[in-house]
Every structure is written in structure tokens, then in C-alpha cells.
């Protein structure tokens, strides 16, 4: 039998394990070393990172066991605390591979997709995600790129065209995750498909955006008969609306455990470290009081972002466990989504981003006009780098994502409050 005390010891144990693997393997002077540099020394560093948190296990801990990940969500929080504090590089290149990719294809791929692409994934292969557009973003349902089904001699294949938006590190990217509208007569949330699309197929377009602080992490897809193998059709054809929540939702989900960590032991104490350092005239911010308060506001803050985290994962799954399950697995997600599971990853997205806000924008505050002679910040970080009016401008674009705040709200009524939706 499996006492509370065996539990700790054994978190114990992982615990001291990550922390003298992190001494060792963390590199060291990272952020300098990421500072300002091109695309190309990003994706490196980025890839052998990957590698190195693979070797050791602890690359996907999210994942099933039997495709390298395995820990609960006590131990994914142990490494996470860890990995934040040693100050590890985040792995920003990864993301959507790792999170959106997988919930994907373990919630509702096929056998043959989860054999060609999870092992691929854990090479190196590189996602994106292609579901917002121009007059499509927080209203996805409104999407306007179609994929019209049509026969070949070696299988049936979808001819996509349309334009995509907002598709972060798709200049990077291998492969995308498509939604399209495949059924233009039924109606909009009916005549969807989800499509897994080689970014190297003829007939794309992948441009770069620049954003306000100087980076291309953003970009538009253009699709001009671009012909997708039906046997990359994700989940039953026009479902794919079904098939997105799953996705959605690991962004709100078991995502949020790293994020919380690396807002508390990263941003929190880069914010600290700002405090304590003093002005021209010798004087030190965290000797106000004001100031002092606004930091305990902000540590007790984030102690309730790491509660509601750990509540949310360990009360509801990703839809990972129904991988065995395929396609049939689409339809129960999404009902135990419906049933509440999003309105609590909605609240986490709310409570996160708009922390992430405030305390970046303290941050620029406290730092004056220090702030503006910052113009760049690793590239390997994430909003809590401590370049602090950079981390402030990219801290908004955590409001956008997966729906805006705007939205969430409308979910976390209707679903988690019952209350009515509007005629």
C-alpha cells in the first residue's frame, strides 16, 4: 500500500534528482548568450535543449508513460518548481508540439498518426497551429479557408485555400495544425475539419509579422490548393470543431503548471532583484512600503495561480488517457469540456494573464527609463525575462491566445455559472 508519507519521500527523491541534473546541465550564462541573437542560433540552442530535458525524461512528463512522459501532476510540479528555479531555458520552439500537437493526436489521431509524428516530435519536429484568421480570431467558428475533398489515383486529398494568422514559430515549423472549413452549406461549428498539413506542401506561403518589440515569432500562412492526404484528416470529417476544444484546452490546462512556476520563481524574483537595487540617490524601492506590499500582493497572487493549476490538473485530464480510444475519444472531451473543464481552464488563462500584466508592468514601472535602453531580451525566455517594458508590451499578447480574455469570461459565465447565453 502506497502511504501519503511513501509519496513524499518519493517527491523527496525527484526533487534532490532534478536539482543536482539542473546543476549540471542547465547552461550556464544562458540569457546573455541568447541575447539578441538570429533565427538561426534561437532554433539550435532550442533543439539541443529539447534533447538534453529528453534524455534525462523529462522532456514531455505530460505525455503517457508508454510515449516518454508518464509523471502525475505532483511530480510534473516538482520538476517544474525545479526547472524554474535552477532559471532553465523554456522550450518556446516546442510549445505547440509538445502541448497542442499531442493533446491532438492522443485525444483524437489515429494510430498511424501518433506512430508517424509523437516519435517525430520528440526528434525535433517542429508545429504550429493554423486555426486563427483575418475577421476569425476570437470567433473561430467564423473561419473562411476551406478544404473542398476531391479524388486522386493514390487516395482522396483535400484542396485547402485561405490564409492563416497569428501562427507563432510557423517559420520554424515542419508541420501545422489546420482547421478548415470543409462543409461550406452546414452550419459554421458543423462544417469543420481538422487536418494535420506539411508545411513543406506546394502551394504555401509562410510569412513572418513583425511585432512591437522587434520579433517575428508571429505569422500569416497563405494556402493556394494546397492538397492535404485525407489520411491526415484528424477525427471524423466536419468535426473537426470537437476536435479543436482539445486542443484548446491543453493550452489552458496542464500548460499552466510550468507557467505558474516560472512566473513565481523566475518573474517574481527578477522583480525582487529590481526592487533591491539602488537608484541614483542610493535609495531602494523595496524599502517603501508601498512597494514591499505591492511584492507580498503579488507572491500570494501567484501562490493562488499555483493552487488553481494543480486543482485543475489533478481534477481533470487533457483527454491523454483516452488516447487508446481514437476518434470516439473527440465527443466524451468535449463533453466533459462543456460540462466544466472549460470554464476552469478559463479562469486559470484569465487569472495568468493578467498577473503576468500587472507584475510586468510594476516591473517597467520600477525600472524608469532603464527600461527603454533595453532593446532586446533572450531569446529563449518567455514574458519573465526581466526585461521589463519588453516582458510589459509581450505580456498583452497572453490576453489573445486561445481565445481572448474577453471571451474566457463569456465561458466562465456560461459554463461554469450557468448563466444564460445571450439570444
Known amino acids: 500500500m502506497t502511504t501519503l508519507a511513501t509519496r513524499t519521500d518519493d517527491l523527496a527523491e ?13 547552461p550556464t550564462d544562458w540569457r546573455r548568450a541568447q541575447t539578441g541573437v538570429g533565427d538561426a542560433e534561437f532554433v539550435a540552442f532550442q533543439q539541443a535543449w529539447f534533447q538534453e530535458l529528453r534524455t534525462a525524461g523529462w522532456a514531455v512528463p505530460h505525455w503517457p508513460a508508454e510515449w516518454g512522459g508518464g509523471l502525475s501532476a505532483a511530480e510534473q510540479m516538482v520538476l ?39 516519435p517525430a516530435i520528440l526528434d525535433g519536429e517542429i508545429w504550429a497551429q493554423g486555426f486563427s484568421e483575418p475577421e ?11 478544404a473542398r475533398r476531391e479524388p486522386r489515383d493514390g487516395g482522396d486529398v483535400f484542396v485547402v485555400n485561405g490564409q492563416k494568422l497569428w501562427a507563432s514559430g510557423a517559420l520554424h515549423a515542419d508541420w501545422c495544425l489546420l482547421l478548415a472549413r470543409s462543409d461550406p452549406a452546414a452550419p459554421k461549428r ?10 513543406r506542401s506546394p502551394g504555401l506561403d509562410v510569412r513572418p509579422i513583425r511585432n512591437a518589440v522587434g520579433e517575428s515569432h508571429f505569422c500569416e500562412i497563405f494556402l493556394n490548393d494546397v492538397e492535404i492526404p485525407a489520411a491526415n484528416l484528424v477525427g471524423p470529417e466536419n468535426a473537426g470543431w470537437q476536435v479543436a476544444q482539445a ?59 499555483r493552487a488553481l493549476c494543480r486543482d485543475l490538473v489533478e481534477r481533470h485530464d487533457t483527454g491523454t488517457d483516452n488516447a487508446a480510444e481514437g476518434p470516439t ?6 463533453d466533459r469540456t462543456a460540462s466544466g473543464h472549460a470554464a476552469d481552464a478559463s479562469v486559470v488563462k484569465v487569472y495568468y ?33 526581466g526585461a521589463w517594458l519588453l516582458d510589459f508590451i509581450g505580456s498583452w499578447e497572453w490576453t489573445i491566445p486561445g481565445g481572448t480574455n474577453e471571451i474566457q469570461r463569456t465561458i466562465i459565465g456560461e459554463r461554469g455559472l450557468g448563466l444564460p447565453r445571450e439570444p
Open 80 to 118: 517544474y518548481q525545479e526547472l524554474a528555479a535552477a532559471d532553465a531555458p523554456r522550450l518556446v520552439l516546442a510549445f505547440v508540439s509538445i502541448h497542442h500537437a499531442a493533446a491532438t493526436l492522443l485525444t483524437a489521431g489515429t494510430d498511424e498518426q501518433r506512430a508517424r509524428h509523437l
Open 136 to 146: 476569425a480570431g476570437s470567433d473561430l467558428a467564423s473561419l473562411r479557408t476551406t
Open 329 to 334: 475519444a473527440v465527443r466524451k472531451n468535449h
Open 190 to 199: 458543423r462544417g469543420i475539419s481538422y487536418f494535420l498539413m506539411d508545411l
Open 247 to 305: 486542443t484548446l484546452s491543453a493550452e489552458r490546462g496542464m500548460t499552466m503548471l510550468e507557467l505558474a512556476e516560472r512566473l513565481g520563481n523566475v518573474g517574481l524574483r527578477a522583480l525582487v532583484e529590481t526592487c533591491r537595487r539602488p537608484d541614483e540617490r542610493g535609495h531602494r524601492p523595496i524599502d517603501d512600503s508601498r512597494v514591499a506590499d505591492r511584492l507580498a500582493a503579488f507572491d500570494t497572487e501567484i501562490a493562488g495561480l
Open 14 to 26: 525527484l526533487r534532490a534528482t532534478v536539482r543536482d541534473w539542473c546543476r549540471a546541465h542547465v
Open 353 to 385: 494573464s493578467e498577473l503576468l500584466q500587472r507584475m510586468t508592468g510594476f516591473g517597467a514601472e520600477l525600472a524608469g527609463l532603464d527600461a527603454l535602453t533595453v532593446l532586446h531580451k533572450p531569446a529563449s525566455s518567455g514574458w519573465e525575462s
